[in-house]
C-alpha cells in the first residue's frame, strides 16, 4: 500500500473495556456456549492474523488442533506490540489480551478493514479459556505470557532470541470446561472455514493440522493446505465442481467503487437452484443485506436490459421476475468495508446504505463486458431465464396446490399425519419416520401430547435434479409442506417460505441406521437446504440417534450408539462369566424396536440424543449437498471413505 502509515507500537493498541462481564454472559459474546460458540472462539483468534493479511504485513497461518482438543494459531504478521502501554501501564500484549474491545484494529491508522463479527476478539477467548498461551516473536527475541481464565500468571517477559526473519504471534488455548459442555473440535467444521478464508484473502497460506489423527503407515498428523492465487473465481469452481457448467467460464471482477473494494464471481449452471453466498470483510451474512440487494440489482437490470434488446423475450405471455435471473445461479460477493454496520436476527445483514449502488455499478459493468464478448454464452443464460420463468409460473399453480386452507382448523392435514393435541409450536415436534412400519411403532411410542408423527413412503424426491413445479407434484414433499403449515411465496419473492404459522419447532429426522436410511436422510436434509433453509438457520431442524446395539447379559442390558460403547459394553458384562452369556443385538431398522424401545431410547426428551442441523459455512454445505446428490461418482465415493476414516472424530 502506498499510503504511509503510523508504526504499529504500543500506543496505537485503544483499551475499550473490561471483561469481567464475558465469563458471566458468554453467550453475548460469541452467540452461544455449545459447538457454535466453541469454534466460534478459534475464528476470533484467526481473524487476528487475516486482519495482519488484510493490513498488507501476513501471508502464512497455521492452525493446529492438539491431541488434548486445545488450539494454536500462529500468523507471520508483526507480532502484537509487547511496549508498555501509556494508559494501562502494563505490556500492550497483556491489554490485547484482558480487555475487551483492545486491539490494532480500532485504530484506523494501524488497520483500515478487520474482521471479525462482533470484534470481541482474542481477549474474550482468553476470558473463556481455561489456560492461553501467547508468544510474540518481534524485533529478534521472544517474547512470553501465560494466562488462566483471563487473568496473566506473570509479566509479559523476554524467553529467548528468535531468528532475523522470525516474527509473528503465537496463540494456544485450552476452552474452559466451566464454559463449555462439550469441548471436542471438529476438524471438518474448522477446514471448512479456513477454506473459505483461503479463497476471501487470495494469496495466503493457511495450514490445517489435526495432531489427534495420526496416518499409520506415515506417521504423519491429518492436515490440509489451504492457498488460492485467484480468490473468488476459484471458490465458486470449488463450490460448483459437481455441477454442469451453462457457461464457458466464471464470470468475475475485482475492483474499487466509491472508496469501497468489491470482489464478485460468478457462473450458471443446469441444475434449478440459486446458490449466492455474500460477505463483508470475511463474514459471511447468511441473511444478506445491501451488498446482496446491490449484487440482484445490477444482475437483473443487466440481463433484462440485454433480454430485451435481444427479442428473446418477445413470445414470453408473462413477465419475467428477479428470481428467473437467479436460477442456476452460483455466486459469491465479497465486500471490505471500514465500518460494518450489522441487523437482523442473527447480526449478519448488511446495513450499511453505501454498499448496495457501488456493487451494483461493479456487477452491471462486468456482465456488460462478458455478455458483449460472449454472445454464445449471453444466449445460454436468456435461454436459461426463459426456462425458469416457464417453470415459475407452472410451479406457481403447483405451489398453491399444497397451501393449507385453514392451519389452526387442521383442515387439510396429510391422512398419513398422526398429530400431537398441543397447538403450542414451540413445545411441538413433528417425526419424519422412514416407512409405514416404523411409523406405526413411533406412533405407539410417542407422546401424544406434543409429539406427532408423519410416515415417509420410500425414498422421496432428489430435489437438487429436479424443475420446481415437479417438487410441487411430488406426494410426500407436498405433505411435508402442508404438515408444516409453511407457505411459499410472497408478493416480493415467489421463493421466499412463509414460517408464521409454521407448526413444529423441532422437525425431527428418523430413519434406520444403514446405507438406505442415511440417503433417505440426506435427501430430507438436501429439501430442507435447498427449499426451506429458513429452517434449519432458525435450528428447528434435527435428526434423532436411535441406538446401533442392544447388548444383553442375564437380565442386564445396556444400549450402544458405537461400536465402542459396544465394546465397554460387553466388557463390563463379562466379568468372570463366559463370553457366550452375551448377547449383541444389531438394530438394522426401526422396526426391530418395539414401541417402548424406541420410545425410552430416542423419543424421550430426558434421555434421547437429537443432533441440530446448523450450517457453520453455507458455500461448504451448498458444496457438499451438490456433490452428495449429483451425477459424479468419484467425488462422492471419496467424501464418504474419508468421513468413514475419520467418523471417530467428525461426526
Given at each position: 500500500m502506498s499510503?504511509?502509515?503510523?508504526?504499529?507500537s504500543?500506543?496505537?493498541?485503544?483499551?475499550?473495556?473490561?471483561?469481567?462481564?464475558?465469563?458471566m454472559?458468554?453467550?453475548?459474546?460469541?452467540?452461544?456456549?455449545?459447538?457454535?460458540?466453541?469454534?466460534?472462539?478459534?475464528?476470533?483468534?484467526?481473524d487476528?492474523?487475516?486482519?495482519?493479511?488484510?493490513?498488507?504485513?501476513?501471508d502464512?497461518?497455521?492452525?493446529?488442533i492438539?491431541?488434548?482438543?486445545?488450539?494454536?494459531?500462529?500468523?507471520?504478521?508483526?507480532?502484537?506490540?509487547?511496549?508498555?502501554?501509556?494508559?494501562?501501564g502494563?505490556?500492550?500484549?497483556?491489554?490485547?489480551?484482558?480487555k475487551?474491545?483492545?486491539?490494532?484494529?480500532?485504530?484506523?491508522d494501524?488497520?483500515?478493514v478487520?474482521g471479525?463479527?462482533?470484534?470481541v476478539?482474542v481477549?474474550?477467548v482468553?476470558a473463556?479459556?481455561?489456560?492461553?498461551?501467547?508468544?510474540v516473536f518481534?524485533?529478534?527475541n521472544?517474547?512470553?505470557?501465560?494466562?488462566?481464565?483471563?487473568?496473566?500468571?506473570?509479566?509479559?517477559?523476554?524467553?529467548?532470541?528468535?531468528?532475523?526473519?522470525?516474527?509473528?504471534?503465537?496463540?494456544?488455548?485450552?476452552?474452559?470446561?466451566?464454559?463449555?459442555?462439550?469441548?471436542?473440535?471438529?476438524?471438518e467444521t474448522?477446514?471448512?472455514?479456513?477454506r473459505?478464508?483461503?479463497?476471501?484473502?487470495?494469496?495466503?497460506?493457511?495450514?490445517?493440522?489435526?495432531?489427534?489423527?495420526?496416518?499409520e503407515?506415515?506417521?504423519?498428523f491429518?492436515?490440509?493446505?489451504?492457498y488460492?492465487?485467484?480468490?473468488?473465481?476459484?471458490f465458486?469452481?470449488y463450490?460448483?465442481?459437481t455441477?454442469?457448467?451453462?457457461?464457458?467460464?466464471?464470470i468475475?471482477?475485482?475492483?474499487?467503487?466509491?472508496?469501497?473494494?468489491?470482489?464478485?464471481?460468478?457462473?450458471?449452471?443446469?441444475s434449478?437452484?440459486e446458490?449466492?453466498?455474500?460477505?463483508?470483510?470475511?463474514?459471511?451474512?447468511?441473511e444478506?443485506?445491501?451488498?446482496?440487494?446491490?449484487?440482484?440489482?445490477?444482475?437483473?437490470?443487466?440481463?433484462?436490459?440485454?433480454?430485451?434488446s435481444?427479442?428473446?423475450?418477445?413470445k414470453l405471455?408473462?413477465?419475467i421476475?428477479?428470481?428467473?435471473?437467479?436460477?442456476?445461479?452460483?455466486?459469491?460477493v465479497?465486500?471490505?468495508?471500514?465500518?460494518?454496520?450489522?441487523?437482523?436476527?442473527?447480526?449478519?445483514?448488511?446495513?450499511?446504505?453505501e454498499?448496495?449502488?457501488?456493487?451494483?455499478?461493479?456487477?452491471s459493468?462486468?456482465?456488460?463486458?462478458?455478455l458483449?464478448?460472449?454472445?454464445?454464452d449471453?444466449?445460454?443464460?436468456?435461454?436459461?431465464?426463459?426456462?425458469?420463468?416457464?417453470?415459475?409460473?407452472?410451479?406457481?399453480?403447483?405451489r398453491?396446490m399444497v397451501?393449507?386452507?385453514?392451519?389452526?382448523?387442521?383442515?387439510?392435514?396429510?391422512?398419513?399425519?398422526?398429530?400431537c393435541?398441543s397447538?403450542?409450536p414451540?413445545?411441538?415436534?413433528?417425526?419424519?419416520?422412514?416407512?409405514?412400519?416404523?411409523?406405526?411403532t413411533?406412533?405407539?411410542?410417542?407422546?401424544?401430547?406434543?409429539?406427532?408423527?408423519?410416515?415417509?413412503?420410500?425414498?422421496?424426491?432428489?430435489?437438487?435434479?429436479?424443475?420446481?413445479?415437479?417438487?410441487?407434484?411430488?406426494e410426500?414433499?407436498?405433505?411435508?409442506?402442508?404438515?408444516?403449515?409453511?407457505?411459499v411465496?410472497?408478493e416480493e419473492?415467489?421463493?421466499a417460505?412463509?414460517?408464521?404459522?409454521l407448526?413444529?419447532?423441532?422437525?425431527?429426522?428418523?430413519?434406520?441406521?444403514d446405507?438406505?436410511?442415511s440417503?433417505?436422510?440426506?435427501?430430507i436434509?438436501?429439501?430442507?437446504?435447498?427449499?426451506?433453509?429458513?429452517?434449519?438457520?432458525?435450528?428447528?431442524i434435527y435428526?434423532?440417534?436411535p441406538?446401533l446395539?442392544?447388548?444383553?447379559?442375564?437380565?442386564?442390558?445396556k444400549?450402544?450408539?458405537?461400536?465402542?460403547?459396544?465394546?465397554?459394553?460387553?466388557?463390563?458384562?463379562?466379568?468372570?462369566?463366559?463370553?457366550?452369556?452375551?448377547?449383541?443385538?444389531?438394530?438394522?431398522?426401526?422396526?426391530e424396536?418395539?414401541?417402548?424401545?424406541?420410545?425410552?431410547?430416542t423419543?424421550?426428551?430426558?434421555?434421547?440424543?437429537?443432533?441440530?442441523?446448523?450450517?457453520?459455512?453455507?458455500?461448504s454445505a451448498?458444496?457438499?449437498?451438490?456433490?452428495?446428490?449429483?451425477?459424479?461418482v468419484?467425488?462422492?465415493?471419496?467424501?464418504?471413505?474419508?468421513n468413514?476414516?475419520?467418523?471417530?472424530?467428525?461426526?
Open positions: 499510503e504511509e502509515k503510523k508504526d504499529y504500543a500506543d496505537s493498541i485503544q483499551a475499550l473495556e473490561g471483561m469481567e462481564h464475558v465469563r454472559r458468554p453467550s453475548m459474546y460469541i452467540g452461544d456456549v455449545g459447538i457454535r460458540g466453541l469454534h466460534h472462539l478459534v475464528y476470533e483468534v484467526i487476528n492474523s487475516i486482519d495482519e493479511a488484510l493490513a498488507g504485513h501476513c502464512t497461518i497455521s492452525v493446529w492438539n491431541e488434548d482438543n486445545s488450539i494454536g494459531v500462529r500468523d507471520n504478521g508483526r507480532g502484537i506490540p509487547i511496549g508498555i502501554h501509556e494508559k494501562e502494563v505490556s500492550a500484549l497483556e491489554v490485547v489480551m484482558t475487551i474491545g483492545a486491539g490494532g484494529k480500532f485504530d484506523k494501524s488497520y483500515k478487520s471479525g463479527l462482533h470484534g476478539g481477549s474474550c482468553n473463556l479459556s481455561e489456560h492461553l498461551h501467547a508468544k518481534r524485533d529478534g521472544v517474547y512470553e505470557q501465560e494466562y488462566e481464565r483471563g487473568k496473566p500468571l506473570y509479566s509479559v517477559k523476554e524467553t529467548g532470541k528468535s531468528g532475523a526473519d522470525e516474527i509473528g504471534t503465537e496463540v494456544t488455548f485450552k476452552p474452559d470446561h466451566q464454559i463449555f459442555d462439550l469441548r471436542e473440535y471438529s476438524y474448522l477446514a471448512n472455514r479456513m473459505e478464508l483461503s479463497y476471501l484473502n487470495k494469496g495466503i497460506k493457511i495450514t490445517m493440522t489435526d495432531k489427534r489423527v495420526k496416518d503407515e506415515t506417521g504423519e491429518k492436515s490440509e493446505l489451504f488460492s492465487e485467484i480468490g473468488l473465481a476459484e465458486v469452481k463450490i460448483d465442481e455441477r454442469e457448467s451453462l457457461i464457458s467460464d466464471v468475475s471482477m475485482e475492483g474499487e467503487k466509491n472508496g469501497i473494494p468489491v470482489e464478485v464471481a460468478m457462473i450458471y449452471n443446469t434449478y437452484s446458490n449466492i453466498h455474500a460477505y463483508v470483510n470475511n463474514i459471511n451474512t447468511h444478506g443485506g445491501t451488498h446482496l440487494s446491490g449484487f440482484r440489482r445490477g444482475l437483473t437490470n443487466t440481463l433484462k436490459k440485454y433480454a430485451e435481444s427479442g428473446m423475450l418477445s405471455k408473462f413477465e421476475s428477479g428470481d428467473d435471473f437467479r436460477e442456476g445461479l452460483t455466486a459469491i465479497s465486500v471490505k468495508v471500514q465500518e460494518p454496520q450489522f441487523e437482523g436476527q442473527t447480526k449478519t445483514k448488511l446495513g450499511n446504505r454498499v448496495t449502488a457501488p456493487v451494483s455499478q461493479a456487477v459493468e462486468m456482465l456488460e463486458n462478458y458483449e464478448e460472449n454472445p454464445n449471453a444466449r445460454s443464460i436468456v435461454q436459461k431465464v426463459i426456462l425458469a420463468a416457464t417453470a415459475r409460473h407452472a410451479a406457481r399453480k403447483a398453491e397451501q393449507r386452507k385453514n392451519v389452526l382448523t387442521g383442515s387439510g392435514l396429510p391422512g398419513k399425519l398422526s398429530d393435541a397447538k403450542d414451540a413445545e411441538c415436534e413433528v417425526y419424519l419416520v422412514e416407512g409405514d412400519s416404523a411409523g406405526g413411533a406412533k405407539q411410542g410417542r407422546d401424544r401430547h406434543f409429539q406427532a408423527i408423519m410416515p415417509l413412503r420410500g425414498k422421496i424426491l432428489n430435489v437438487e435434479k429436479a424443475m420446481r413445479h415437479k417438487i410441487f407434484d411430488n410426500e414433499i407436498k405433505n411435508i409442506y402442508t404438515a408444516l403449515g409453511v407457505r411465496g410472497t419473492d415467489e421463493r417460505l412463509n414460517t408464521e404459522k407448526r413444529y419447532h423441532k422437525v425431527i429426522i428418523m430413519c434406520d441406521a446405507v438406505d436410511g440417503h433417505i436422510e440426506t435427501l436434509l438436501t429439501f430442507f437446504f435447498r427449499h426451506m433453509y429458513e429452517l434449519v438457520e432458525k435450528g428447528y435428526i434423532a440417534t441406538p446395539y442392544l447388548v444383553k447379559k442375564g437380565k442386564e442390558q444400549y450402544c450408539w458405537n461400536d465402542e460403547e459396544r465394546d465397554l459394553a460387553v466388557k463390563g458384562m463379562k466379568g468372570a462369566g463366559k463370553e457366550s452369556s452375551v448377547h449383541i443385538q444389531r438394530y438394522k431398522g426401526l422396526g424396536m418395539n414401541a417402548e424401545q424406541l420410545w425410552s431410547t423419543m424421550n426428551p430426558e434421555h434421547r440424543t437429537l443432533r441440530q442441523i446448523t450450517i457453520e459455512s453455507a458455500a451448498d458444496h457438499t449437498f451438490s456433490m452428495l446428490m449429483g451425477d459424479d468419484p467425488p462422492r465415493r471419496e467424501f464418504i471413505e474419508a468413514a476414516k475419520y467418523a471417530n472424530i467428525d461426526s
